[in-house]
């Protein structure tokens, strides 16, 4: 049984940051990849980030770049998404999902994801 959760989520005023954190028990592979999803009413679920359980490859979503950072600590299956320069549009649920394999030219496919955290709410006011 895999459980991933996620946490960190919050009000905060546009121009700051929030670090959300995603914690996977039960994972039977060795290797897997944590991918950091949003939605916000009304749009799709988009990818947000991407981090292989090594650490050794990340993909961000463009409208998150160089503002996001996603990494990651094998010994406890958590990863961290630092989001900084917070905009209003980056108001959203986010989720942390799982699955194995790597991250790649696939990685914001929502449907390869095996296993899904019920979500954090981010809210940036201006």
């Known amino acids: 049984q895999v459980q991933v959760v996620e946490s960190g989520g919050g009000l905060v005023q546009a121009g700051g940051s929030l670090r959300l954190s995603c914690t996977a028990s039960g994972l039977t592979f060795d290797n897997y990849v944590m991918g950091w999803f949003r939605q916000a009413p009304g749009k799709e679920r988009e990818g947000v980030s991407c981090?292989?359980?090594?650490?050794?490859?990340?993909f961000y979503g463009d409208s998150v770049k160089g503002r996001f950072s996603v990494s990651g600590d094998n010994a406890k299956n958590t990863a961290y998404l630092q989001m900084n320069n917070l905009r209003s549009e980056d108001t959203a649920m986010y989720y942390c999902?799982?699955?194995?394999?790597?991250?790649?030219?696939?990685?914001?496919?929502?449907?390869?994801?095996?296993?899904w955290g019920q979500g954090t709410q981010v809210t940036v006011s201006s």
């Open positions: 999902a799982v699955r194995p394999g790597a991250c790649g030219g696939t990685w914001a496919l929502t449907w390869l994801y095996t296993n």
């Open positions: 981090i292989t359980w090594r650490g050794d490859s990340t």
